[in-house]
T-cell receptor
Framework: DVKVTQSSRYLVKRTGEKVFLECVQD?????MFWYRQDPGLGLRLIYFSYDVKMKEKGDIPEGYSVSREKKERFSLILESASTNQTSMYLC????????????FGDGTRLSIL | DAKTTQPPSMDCAEGRAANLPCNHS???????VYWYRQIHSQGPQYIIH???NNETNEMASLIITEDRKSSTLILPHATLRDTAVYYCIGGRGAQKLVFGQGTRLTINP
């Protein structure tokens, strides 16, 4: 089974802090994603990566950056956390095959105070 | 991504089959139908997906109509742990996923 592991289930940080969210997958997947999920807004794509050191902006990249130094690890960085970044953050991964499905981690519920 | 339409909520008795419908009339020929579920405060769990043919795995069965405009997810013997929000999504591979409002399925004892 595919395993996508997010470093924290719950995280509380303060406004202005630099926040790191880590995601690791064990299936040698080429593609990895960071989404955020908010009530009434559904799932929104922040960034994705289709290979090591490659990244593409999603629909809401402002205030975020990402890092993919190794194939199995995709990090999301909040450069200077703000209260409107309080959300559920979800990491997903998928192989390069069109017939496969994305698999998600358990999510990180991040609160910015 | 194909837009999908699902009923907002459904109830099912424990031990019975739960049949969750989804309309996806705008799905394109190369897009798959994916089903996920999400239990409160957890990440979405992949259930099953298919292109044209019906599919079955250890969790569920997926029935896709011949014209591919709709599908039904079947949980054959629902348990209380199947209570969740179920999402039907049209897409393909590494495209971003767009979750709608889903169906809130409640399994009653």
């Amino acid at each position: 089974d595919v395993k996508v592991t997010q470093s924290s289930r719950y995280l509380v940080k303060r406004t202005g802090e630099k926040v790191f969210l880590e995601c690791v997958q064990d299936m040698d997947h080429e593609n990895m994603f960071w989404y955020r999920q908010d009530p009434g807004l559904g799932l929104r794509l922040i960034y994705f990566s289709y290979d090591v050191k490659m990244k593409e902006k999603g629909d809401i990249p402002e205030g975020y950056s990402v890092s993919r130094e190794k194939k199995e690890r995709f990090s999301l960085i909040l450069e200077s956390a703000s209260t409107n970044q309080t959300s559920m953050y979800l990491c997903a991964s998928i192989s390069g095959q069109a017939y496969e499905a994305q698999h998600f981690g358990d999510g990180t519920r991040l609160s910015i105070l | 991504d194909a837009k999908t339409t699902q009923p907002p909520s459904m109830d099912c008795a424990e031990g019975r089959a739960a049949n969750l419908p989804c309309n996806h009339s705008t799905i394109s020929g190369n897009e798959y139908v994916y089903w996920y579920r999400q239990i409160h405060s957890q990440g979405p769990q992949y259930i099953i997906h298919g292109l044209k043919n019906n599919e079955t795995n250890e969790m569920a069965s997926l029935i896709i109509t011949e014209d591919r405009k709709s599908s039904t997810l079947i949980l054959p013997h629902a348990t209380l742990r199947d209570t969740a929000v179920y999402y039907c999504i049209g897409g393909r591979g590494a495209q971003k996923l767009v979750f709608g409002q889903g169906t809130r399925l409640t399994i009653n004892p």
